[in-house]
């Protein structure tokens, strides 16, 4: 397989997406980068006043915190449904995955729509809930953290729970019988061994689910209170009603150079290349 | 494998051929107008009361396209000279922001009749179509008839008098304007807006606020019980009402106007046909039609004189509702948009 010949053929092979990078991707990027250094002239004033202002660096704040509560949670619920699919039998596991496909498959406006007829004041559950005397006041379930969490939680849940699938689908069974043979209790084994085996997983999952939040902007427009304000909505604001370029821009590649970062320490201190099969 | 990425090259080279069939297309075709609008109900009314006239009687095809307040749009068409759109209908605040940034070509009032025009609706680059309003709207279920509702800001800010959710729009435009009413300012001399003031009053209502982002959801939380008062396009409460059955009303009274605005983005390619379709729309003939369609008034004076009492009484434009209203003031706007959502941005953050 390393042989020079089939390597130039894979080279053939990987080229239309590499155009298609450099085309729309790095072109773009580059011209991001330059237009939010100033659209005439050189200037840092975008950056400058990104750093000087508190409330951008509340916003990236309010950004970062979001991302960590949505990510947390889908690692929560996701794993033990990664780990179910993985341990039962094939037949089985396929009916549970249309569970989860035909949702991922369903437009993201769609399913936030939905959501927010569910949980409004005059919504399903509230409903329900007053009408078997459980609550007198509605609670809000929306326009409050709350409402962005359980409608971003919902939307990102596959991205957590296929890599993790893939991942603890590979641990060897022998090691977990093995394992409880030696006298390990259950959860000893679990500890000891399948977390550590599905440490990767876990990586590869939670950085999924943390970039996407980053730059989430459907769900927590719609579905986010006052100060649930994330750095896409100040991007969006800008590129529309103010018509910053340079400063959207701006905005934008420290939103690129913070997922950049945390990609690195993840990487570093997950080994994600595993499991993409480097 | 090499049957693959044989298929792979003839899909690519036939789709960049279809590509230049298509872009050579659509430059032969001389007689067609692209006109950009907010599209729904707006352009249905549109449609019925000026481009099919306008078809039957030049023989002009209008094609249309949806835009959703695409200033990027605007700007990035113009910018890169690839201007698609030969006639836009913008909201006032974003015909002011086009003008400042040079993404508009200038009127060719030779062609256009301004005679017969509101004075608020001639501009050297742009044409009124319609004024319509931002107002108080409430539900006739939340205050039946003969129950006092709130008919100004400063009853919609008194929570004690009138109880219930509070929705407003969830962008310092309009919103601002409207605190400060609440607030005691005179409606003539809002601008330029004391913001920190404006801010402060919002603070009185905060925690009563439901925010609104989209029009639809106007009419929609009213109808639904999920606040009692809101502000609202007049357009939109009267559709709900009209085609929907809901128990809507709307108090203009202290409404802010804004101005719908046809305008051609700098390089049509189409200019002279664009500035044919502007002066046909502002004929008094057409623009009678469109409160027959949508509750937004015209702006051409002599229309707004033919159109019946009953219909009139419900159009922002109609002289006893205009002075009761302000005009929207878009250029103040378009100057310090960015500063004020810094400090809008900060309060909602607190």
Partial sequence: MKSIGSSKILFLFILPALVFLLLFFVYPLIRLVLLSFGEQEFTLDNYVRIISTPLYISVILNTIKLSIIVTAICLVIGFPVAYLLARLPENKASILFIFILIPFWTNLLVRTYAWMILLQSTGLINNFLEQIGILKQPISFMYNLIGVTIGMVYILLPFMIFPMYSVIKKIDNNLISASLNLGASPIQTFLKITLPLSKGGIGAGSLLVFILSMGFYITPTLMGGLNDITISMVIAQQVNAVGNWGFASALAMILFVLIVLMTIVYNYSFRIERIWGG | ?350
Avoid at chain 2, 121 to 133: E, Q, R, T
Avoid at chain 2, 142 to 168: C, Q, S, V, Y
Avoid at chain 2, 257 to 283: H, L
């Fill in chain 2, 1 to 350: 494998m090499k049957k693959l990425l044989m298929s792979i090259i003839s899909l690519g080279i036939v789709s960049i051929l279809l590509i230049v069939i298509l872009a050579s297309c659509s430059k032969k075709e001389e007689t067609t107008l692209v006109i950009a609008t907010y599209g729904g109900a707006w352009e249905e009314s549109l449609r019925k009361a000026i481009f099919k006239p306008f078809e039957d009687s030049t023989g002009i095809k209008i094609n249309t396209s949806v835009h959703t307040s695409d200033f990027a749009k605007l700007k990035a068409m113009v910018e890169s000279k690839d201007v698609i759109w030969d006639v836009v209908d913008v909201e006032g605040d974003v015909h002011a922001r086009a003008v400042k940034a040079g993404l508009v070509e200038p009127i060719n009032y030779n062609i256009v009749d301004s005679k017969p025009l509101l004075p608020e609706a001639i501009d050297s680059n742009g044409v009124g179509i319609v004024i319509w309003s931002t107002a108080i709207a409430y539900s006739e279920k939340a205050f039946p008839n003969g129950k006092a509702h709130p008919t100004n800001w400063a009853e919609f800010w008194d929570i004690n008098k009138f109880p219930g959710k509070r929705g407003l729009r969830k962008d310092p435009y309009g919103t601002l304007e409207f605190s400060l009413l609440a607030d005691g300012v005179n409606k003539d001399s809002l601008y330029p807006l004391d913001v920190d003031r404006a801010l402060r009053k919002l603070d009185k209502i905060k925690k009563q606020i439901i925010w609104w982002e989209t029009g639809d959801q106007q009419p929609q939380w009213l109808a639904s019980g999920e606040v009692t008062v809101s502000s609202a396009y007049n357009g939109r409460i009267w559709a709900a009402r009209a085609y929907d059955n809901q128990p809507l009303a709307i108090e203009l009274g202290q409404g802010m106007m804004d101005i719908e605005w046809w305008i051609v983005p700098k390089g049509s390619k189409k200019r002279d046909v664009a500035m044919q379709f502007i002066a046909f729309a502002s004929r008094s003939l057409y623009q009678q039609n469109i409160p027959k369609y949508i509750s937004y008034g015209p702006v051409n004076k002599d229309a707004i004189e033919k159109i019946d009492i009953k219909l009139l009484s419900e159009l922002p434009s109609a002289p006893r509702n205009f002075n009761k209203q302000f005009l929207a003031n878009v250029e103040w706007w378009a100057n310090n948009k960015d500063r004020v959502l810094e400090k809008w941005n900060k309060w909602l953050l607190e």
